[in-house]
């Protein structure tokens, strides 16, 4: 199963470089603002309740493409490419295991579990929710 969500990621991820070649902006644009959407993990320093709520928001897919279609339907280029960097972020993120998060722990995902580091006690409660396995 985790080689089918990578690659559904992957396929997105290449369709939003191709939908940002039918933009008007320069190739250079599409990697400087690509990372853009991490700032989302500043609510981190707050709390980790406010940072999965921060980060899942600028990580929402369906979030993105109302902002694509808002620029697209209003004919904003920038609004247009402020959708298509977080849909194509998404994508990125989450073809490397990052997914939208749980407010415990920032590894937490859904996902799965990130590496790095020993999972916290409470997470054996959790161990009834299904999990990726690597040998998918």
């Not at 690509?34 to 369906?62: C, E, Q, V, W």
């Not at 996902?111 to 054996?124: E, I, R, T, V, Y």
Request: hydrophobic share 45%; proline share 4%.
């Amino acid at each position: 199963m985790k080689n089918w969500l990578r690659s559904e990621e992957v396929i997105q991820f290449l369709i939003s470089i191709l939908v940002f070649s039918q933009m008007e902006f320069a190739w250079w644009v599409f990697p400087a603002v690509l990372l853009i959407p991490d700032l989302s993990m500043l609510g981190y320093a707050i709390s980790t309740r406010i940072g999965a709520f921060t980060y899942n928001l600028g990580h929402h897919k369906g979030l993105a493409l109302a902002v694509l279609t808002l620029g697209w339907y209003e004919q904003q280029s920038t609004v247009e490419l402020a959708g298509l960097i977080l849909f194509a972020h998404s994508c990125m993120d989450r073809m490397l295991g990052y997914g939208l998060k749980y407010t415990d722990d920032f590894r937490h995902t859904h996902l799965g579990w990130l590496p790095g580091g020993a999972k916290p006690h409470h997470a054996s409660r959790d161990s009834a929710k299904p999990e990726l396995r690597s040998d998918d």
